[in-house]
C-alpha cells in the first residue's frame, strides 16, 4: 500500500523515464544476457533509441564524479542481488537517470 502524503507535501511529479525503461526492458535485458558474463553497465539512449552495454570500468571513466560515486557504490550492490544498472540519456532535455532493475 502507496504511503499517504500530508496535504502539506506536493505530489512528487511523475517520472518521465520510467515509461521508457518499462517500454524498453525486454530490449535491454537481452543486450544485457549477451554479455551477462561481465555483468555490463546499460545505457539505452532516447534520441537514438537504442541500448547499449558497457564494462563497468570503462563506463564508469566517462562519468562525472558524482556519477562515478553513486555507481561505485551501486554497482555492487546490483551485481550481488541478481540486478543491473541502466541509464537512461536524453540529449534533448539533457537527463541522464539511472534504475536498478531486476535481471530475470
Not at 518499462?22 to 551477462?36: C, D, P, R, T
Not at 570503462?58 to 555507481?71: G, N
Amino acid at each position: 500500500m502507496p504511503a499517504k502524503r500530508s496535504k502539506r507535501q506536493p505530489e512528487s511529479p511523475p517520472d518521465p523515464y520510467w515509461r521508457v525503461v518499462q517500454e524498453q526492458y525486454y530490449n535491454v535485458l537481452a543486450l544485457y544476457k549477451q554479455f551477462a558474463r561481465e555483468r555490463p553497465v546499460m545505457l539505452f539512449d532516447i534520441q537514438e533509441q537504442r541500448g547499449y552495454a558497457y564494462p563497468y570500468r570503462e563506463f564508469a571513466a566517462t562519468l562525472s564524479e558524482r556519477t562515478q560515486a553513486f555507481l561505485a557504490k551501486e554497482y555492487p550492490a546490483a551485481c550481488r542481488d541478481g540486478k543491473m544498472i541502466l541509464f537512461i540519456r536524453d540529449n534533448t532535455r539533457r537527463k541522464f537517470v539511472s534504475y536498478t532493475l531486476p535481471i530475470e
